[in-house]
């Protein structure tokens, strides 16, 4: 990220984002997770695609507008964050790690200098999507002992 942009997002801000409408807008303050692509069914019919996104600590991310943040339980462990005006996909929780929020990494604003490392669920995937080969891939959710995620010793898993 050059200089310019790193001064305009404050110096302890990592990487800044929104909803399309600008009704949520957000900031992260510590790190970022690499980009994880799931394609579980819930995960596919919330976005329309598949979930492509990062994640950081729960307490490095700041809701800067919040206005139209509303959340959707899917389950009692469960819950998507969503703008409900303009119905942009932004966030993803779970009560399996409460310290860790996912971020829809296509709602950051660019550039991110985060890369896809990981797609799970690809047993799930669409018909019609083509599977990226370059990555790791698993038919169900990651292997416990696999670590590949950047930041997961710190416990930034998804």
Known sequence: ??????????NDTQAT???ECGG??????GELRQVVHCHCTPCRRITGHHMAATATHRDDLHL??????????????????????????LFWMSTDNVSTVAIAAGT???PTGLRSVLAIY???????HVLDDSINSYRGDVP???SVWSGLEKGLGN
């Not at 990220?1 to 404050?10: E, H, S």
């Not at 800067?64 to 942009?88: A, K, P």
């Open 64 to 89: 800067d507008v919040e206005s139209n943040l509303m959340w959707y339980s899917r389950t009692s462990e469960v819950r998507y964050g969503f703008c409900n005006r303009c119905g942009s996909t």
């Open 144 to 146: 416990g002992d696999v």
């Open 1 to 10: 990220m050059d200089d310019a942009r790193l001064m305009a997002r404050g």
């Open 108 to 110: 950051l604003d660019q």
């Open 24 to 29: 949520v807008q957000y900031r992260v303050t």
């Open 17 to 19: 984002g929104r909803c």
């Open 122 to 128: 690809t047993g799930e995937a669409s018909d019609f």
